[in-house]
């Protein structure tokens, strides 16, 4: 049904993922740099939420049109465990309740997620073939 579309959808994903990224380094500096609170930031971290739902949708969307189950290769595997850890580190990052140390390397990590995620799916390799 959707298979026709196939290109069209992938190229919407990967646009979001570079988009999600950017914003998150961005929003990142930000909150680490210049503190948290300005309403500004909170229409940001909206239209995160908002991208990265949009993100969500399309990689399921490619996962319907190939007919591919998310356990079915290693390297998506990979890419949902780095996904996970992205978000946990994520949130500590943006959390004031840490430390600054804490929140730092939490981003930090959470950026290298992000690049793992990254290389994992354009290498087609569990962990960017760091592993193999």
Not at 32 to 44: A, F, H, I, T
Not at 112 to 126: N, V
Request: proline share 2%.
């Amino acid at each position: 049904m959707f298979a026709e579309h196939y290109l069209l959808v992938k190229n919407i994903h990967i646009g979001l993922v570079l988009l999600s990224g950017s914003l998150f380094v961005l929003r990142g500096l930000w909150v680490l740099l210049m503190g948290s609170g300005s309403g500004l930031q909170k229409k940001v971290n909206r239209l995160s939420y908002v991208i990265d739902t949009c993100l969500l949708l399309a990689a399921l969307l490619l996962l319907m049109i190939l007919n591919y189950a998310p356990l079915s290769a290693a390297w998506l595997q990979a890419k949902l465990l780095l996904l996970v850890l992205y978000v946990v580190f994520g949130v500590f990052a943006f959390r004031n309740k840490y430390s600054m140390e804490v929140r730092w390397l939490a981003y930090s990590a959470a950026l290298l997620c992000f690049a793992g995620m990254y290389y994992s799916a354009r290498l087609h390799q569990p962990f960017a073939g760091l592993l193999s």
